[in-house]
């Protein structure tokens, strides 16, 4: 099974492919701030496109967003995740959406590993877990997709039966 995990946003946005458990790519794309919304939104899914036609993912973990005191912002974060579900919908590509706060919940349960509070906390736990687990050093939005994509596959795992 072939994953694609995505840490979503309208600047950076982190992707990391695992084939089973085992993480074989990462790395992030770059939109331009300065570009209107749907340019940002037509060069995201440009982007998406470009991973899925390269590595041809069974499935896509994606993460949810959360509302943190600006709307604008939000907004922006949902009409991107708007477009992996029509993208995803129109290739037949099973999708999941995971919070931040739920997929450190289960690397918390799996590893005992702490992402603290802060952003910048977190941000940080989240590149020294990958550092440890995955012997991988990289920027903030890959590793936050590594964590994303390995909390995933765990989770789809434990529902596994084994009858």
């Known amino acids: 099974m072939i994953y694609l995990s995505l840490d979503q946003s309208s600047r950076i946005t ?6 089973d458990k085992k993480m074989t790519n990462c790395g992030q794309f ?25 590595f041809n993912p ?25 477009m992996i579900i029509f993208c995803t919908s129109a290739l037949n590509i099973e999708i999941k959406e995971l919070a931040p706060s739920h997929w450190r919940s289960v690397l918390k349960d799996e ?4 992402f603290g509070r802060s952003r910048a906390e977190q941000k940080a736990k989240s590149k020294a877990f990958v550092e440890k687990y995955f012997n991988t050093i ?26």
């Not at 993460?63 to 600006?70: A, D, L, V």
């Not at 920027?139 to 936050?144: F, K, N, Q, V, W």
């Not at 997709?145 to 039966?161: D, F």
């Open 14 to 19: 982190g992707w990391a492919i695992f084939e």
């Open 111 to 114: 590893f005992n590993w702490n």
């Open 58 to 82: 069974d499935k896509i973990f994606y993460e949810g967003i959360q509302y943190q005191s600006n709307a604008e912002t939000y907004k922006k974060l949902a009409y991107i995740q708007a």
């Open 30 to 54: 770059a939109i331009k701030a300065n570009k209107t919304m749907q340019e940002r939104l037509d060069n995201f899914i440009s982007e998406l496109e470009i991973l899925i036609t390269t």
């Open 138 to 163: 990289t920027s903030e939005d890959t590793c936050d997709a590594i964590c994303l994509g390995y909390a995933g596959i765990l989770e789809e795992n434990k529902n596994i039966s084994a009858f």
